[in-house]
């Protein structure tokens, strides 16, 4: 950060007429959090940060705080705003966001940021020459909140069928408007279409660098529940919000991108396109009145210079080698990685066999029951078109330990040359055990409890995620499992669709 950038954000943010400017954060139950600056004060508190407890991070979706060395009542980190992020918020008129770097007194990223973790993920990745393009593709419930004699439920606003025309009918207005501020953030949206589950909705936007796409994810959550709040409605992201129709899922598209061999050596390279320096890096000439920050450029499409390494024309599915070792880390450590992925009890209700959640430790060509997919690619653009799809994803994952996690597990594979062995190209529920054994299929974590302890198993991931950083995060989810083990499923499912 620096004067010019908080000039930069001070005049949008006086264009824009904002009174208040959000610095949010995602905190390791999921929720985003975060505080807010008046617009006189915003350039001193730019520099400076603002204020926040430790304890925030041993904080679980709940408000439940836990026992977390380093996260009690003693200590404060700063909530750093990044003003390459910078938004005015179309469904909160006189209000602007930034997304936030948790960072220490001394001005070095904070053990337990989860942007932090993200970044030192795209550091590790630009250090093999590779630039992670990533997007998240949402679902969600669209609902009216009523209150009844049991209690508060969420109505859908719609009985429609999947892609039903009635579908896009009934929630025009809302999808209308949801479409203006999405775009109005700077966010091109792709694809939207009423999904299967009554009042499910589904609206796709296209993809970014990994921190960019991270971000995105974040604004996206807040852009669906802030215009439906305005339309006196309720958006939950939730895995299963209602236990009686399909599940939300949040499937994570991503590619690997490098500078070609014949490009201008002095062009920009891999590292330019995500985030430049280590997250760790003490440079002093990166530093505002003690913190030290690295600087994004992003930028939504690939350089011409730059060529999707996940892309093999001579393959019978477009993949390179590189591509499989990269999904052969994602198998290999997806038992511990839906931890991170699909970070609620909730989760694991829509994680369930044929119900197109992927539930099986598989890959497969445009196998929607597998928990990665090989999309089939766009016509005219075969290159830029191939990726991989991460279906074992929701909304209820922090993006940023999500992608960071993903990108840790794809580099061991390709550093490790794993082999994903052969795609299961037929739902895997219908291979007997013998078979599904016989081709490396297990069943994924069927719980968030089993799914923490294959990521406490978990060797590289644990080691990835670092002390601090990994013991707050297993304590805030256990202690979400403790919580809801005493409550019923309608509470459990309430309690996610009002929060996510």
Same mark, same amino acid.
């Given at each position: 950060m620096d004067v010019e950038a908080i000039s930069r954000v001070v005049e949008q943010a006086n264009d824009a007429g904002a009174e208040l400017i959000r610095f949010l954060y995602v905190d390791h139950g999921g929720v985003v959090r975060g505080k807010a600056t008046s617009r006189s004060t915003l350039a001193r508190r730019m520099a400076s940060g603002i204020g926040l407890t430790v304890a925030m991070q041993a904080m679980n979706m709940l408000d439940e705080l836990q026992p977390v060395d380093g996260m009690g009542p003693v200590g404060e980190v700063r909530i750093v705003p990044d003003p390459d992020s910078y938004v005015n918020l179309p469904f909160s008129p006189g209000a602007a966001a930034m997304m936030s770097d948790l960072i220490g007194l001394d001005g070095r990223p904070w053990a337990a940021c989860p942007r932090s973790f993200l970044r030192s993920a795209i550091t590790e990745a630009a250090r093999d020459g590779l630039v992670l393009q990533a997007a998240f593709e949402p679902e969600f419930l669209l609902a009216r909140r009523e209150t009844g004699p049991d209690g508060d439920r969420l109505v859908p606003v719609d009985e429609s069928l999947c892609f039903s025309t009635t579908g896009f009918a009934l929630a025009h207005d809302f999808a209308i408007d949801f479409v203006r501020a999405i775009q109005a953030q700077g966010m091109a949206v792709e694809l939207y279409h009423p999904e299967l589950g009554h009042g499910q909705q589904e609206l796709s936007i296209r993809h970014a660098p990994a921190l960019a796409a991270a971000d995105r994810q974040v604004w996206y959550r807040e852009t669906a529940r802030?215009?439906?709040?305005?339309?006196?409605?309720?958006?939950?992201?939730?895995?299963?919000?209602?236990?009686?129709?399909?599940?939300?899922?949040?499937?994570?598209?991503?590619?690997?991108?490098?500078?070609?061999?014949?490009?201008?050596?002095?062009?920009?390279?891999?590292?330019?396109?995500?985030?430049?320096?280590?997250?760790?890096?003490?440079?002093?000439?990166?530093?505002?009145?003690?913190?030290?920050?690295?600087?994004?450029?992003?930028?939504?499409?690939?350089?011409?210079?730059?060529?999707?390494?996940?892309?093999?024309?001579?393959?019978?599915?477009?993949?390179?080698?590189?591509?499989?070792?990269?999904?052969?880390?994602?198998?290999?450590?997806?038992?511990?990685?839906?931890?991170?992925?699909?970070?609620?009890?909730?989760?694991?209700?829509?994680?369930?066999?044929?119900?197109?959640?992927?539930?099986?430790?598989?890959?497969?060509?445009?196998?929607?029951?597998?928990?990665?997919?090989?999309?089939?690619?766009?016509?005219?653009?075969?290159?830029?078109?191939?990726?991989?799809?991460?279906?074992?994803?929701?909304?209820?994952?922090?993006?940023?330990?999500?992608?960071?996690?993903?990108?840790?597990?794809?580099?061991?594979?390709?550093?490790?040359?794993?082999?994903?062995?052969?795609?299961?190209?037929?739902?895997?529920?219908?291979?007997?055990?013998?078979? @599904?054994?016989? @081709?490396?299929?297990?069943?994924?974590?069927?719980?968030? *409890?089993?799914?923490?302890?294959?990521?406490?198993?978990?060797?590289?991931?644990?080691?990835?995620?670092?002390?601090?950083?990994?013991? *707050?995060?297993?304590?805030?989810?256990?202690?979400?499992?403790?919580?809801?083990?005493?409550?019923?499923?309608?509470?459990?499912?309430?309690?996610?669709?009002?929060?996510?």
């Amino acid at each position: 950060m620096d004067v010019e950038a908080i000039s930069r954000v001070v005049e949008q943010a006086n264009d824009a007429g904002a009174e208040l400017i959000r610095f949010l954060y995602v905190d390791h139950g999921g929720v985003v959090r975060g505080k807010a600056t008046s617009r006189s004060t915003l350039a001193r508190r730019m520099a400076s940060g603002i204020g926040l407890t430790v304890a925030m991070q041993a904080m679980n979706m709940l408000d439940e705080l836990q026992p977390v060395d380093g996260m009690g009542p003693v200590g404060e980190v700063r909530i750093v705003p990044d003003p390459d992020s910078y938004v005015n918020l179309p469904f909160s008129p006189g209000a602007a966001a930034m997304m936030s770097d948790l960072i220490g007194l001394d001005g070095r990223p904070w053990a337990a940021c989860p942007r932090s973790f993200l970044r030192s993920a795209i550091t590790e990745a630009a250090r093999d020459g590779l630039v992670l393009q990533a997007a998240f593709e949402p679902e969600f419930l669209l609902a009216r909140r009523e209150t009844g004699p049991d209690g508060d439920r969420l109505v859908p606003v719609d009985e429609s069928l999947c892609f039903s025309t009635t579908g896009f009918a009934l929630a025009h207005d809302f999808a209308i408007d949801f479409v203006r501020a999405i775009q109005a953030q700077g966010m091109a949206v792709e694809l939207y279409h009423p999904e299967l589950g009554h009042g499910q909705q589904e609206l796709s936007i296209r993809h970014a660098p990994a921190l960019a796409a991270a971000d995105r994810q974040v604004w996206y959550r807040e852009t669906a529940r802030g215009v439906a709040w305005r339309h006196g409605l309720w958006a939950s992201l939730a895995p299963k919000p209602l236990p009686d129709q399909a599940g939300n899922g949040a499937h994570c598209h991503f590619s690997a991108w490098t500078a070609a061999a014949d490009s201008d050596p002095g062009a920009a390279g891999p590292a330019d396109a995500g985030y430049t320096g280590s997250p760790d890096d003490g440079d002093p000439a990166d530093r505002v009145e003690g913190v030290s920050m690295a600087r994004p450029v992003i930028s939504d499409v690939p350089r011409p210079n730059e060529r999707n390494v996940f892309y093999d024309a001579g393959d019978r599915y477009g993949l390179s080698q590189l591509a499989y070792h990269f999904i052969g880390g994602i198998l290999q450590h997806l038992p511990a990685l839906v931890a991170l992925t699909c970070g609620s009890v909730n989760s694991y209700r829509r994680l369930q066999p044929q119900h197109w959640s992927s539930a099986f430790v598989c890959y497969g060509n445009d196998n929607r029951e597998a928990a990665i997919r090989i999309p089939s690619r766009m016509w005219g653009d075969d290159e830029g078109s191939a990726n991989l799809e991460l279906k074992a994803s929701d909304s209820t994952g922090n993006p940023y330990l999500a992608l960071g996690g993903l990108i840790h597990a794809g580099l061991d594979g390709i550093r490790r040359k794993l082999d994903p062995g052969e795609p299961v190209n037929v739902d895997p529920a219908t291979l007997s055990e013998k078979e @599904r054994r016989s @081709r490396g299929v297990a069943r994924l974590p069927t719980s968030l *409890a089993v799914a923490l302890d294959e990521l406490e198993r978990d060797e590289m991931l644990m080691e990835a995620l670092g002390p601090l950083r990994r013991t *707050a995060y297993l304590a805030v989810k256990r202690s979400e499992i403790a919580s809801f083990s005493a409550h019923d499923a309608a509470y459990e499912c309430l309690q996610h669709a009002l929060r996510f």
